[in-house]
């Protein structure tokens, strides 16, 4: 088992910037290939950002290419995500998310085996 605890949501302005955190407990922490997701009201949940074992290859969502920032610290066993040029519709409960290494880097909802609680990020207007 592997739990993921969020952090670092919050309320900013259109245009402000928040660093997500994900700590991992368990075990070990290195064989997993990590990812964000997000959920709106009303909406389902959206695939954001993964980044794959050694922190060498990054995916994005179209929607936030060129603002979000994913990375990781295998020592301290924590990812983040950072977010810039924050928008009203990036509002959503972020969570981070964690999948076997040995399954590739991956964006689909449904191969993620290990899910934080969330954190709950507000942009307004």
């Known amino acids: 088992q592997v739990q993921l605890v969020e952090s670092g949501g919050g309320l900013v302005q259109a245009g402000g910037s928040l660093r997500l955190s994900c700590a991992a407990s368990g075990r070990t922490f290195l064989p997993y290939t990590m990812g964000w997701f997000r959920q709106a009201p009303g909406k389902e949940r959206e695939f954001v950002a993964a980044?794959?074992?050694?922190?060498?290859?990054?995916y994005y969502a179209d929607s936030v290419k060129g603002r979000f920032t994913i990375s990781r610290d295998n020592a301290k066993n924590t990812v983040y995500l950072q977010m810039n040029s924050l928008k009203p519709e990036d509002t959503a409960v972020y969570c981070c998310?964690?999948?076997?290494?040995?399954?590739?880097?991956?964006?689909?909802?449904?191969?993620?085996?290990?899910w934080g609680q969330g954190t709950q990020v507000t942009v307004s207007s």
């Open positions: 998310a964690a999948v076997p290494a040995a399954r590739g880097i991956r964006r689909e909802t449904e191969a993620f085996d290990y």
């Open positions: 980044v794959s074992l050694s922190g060498g290859t990054t």
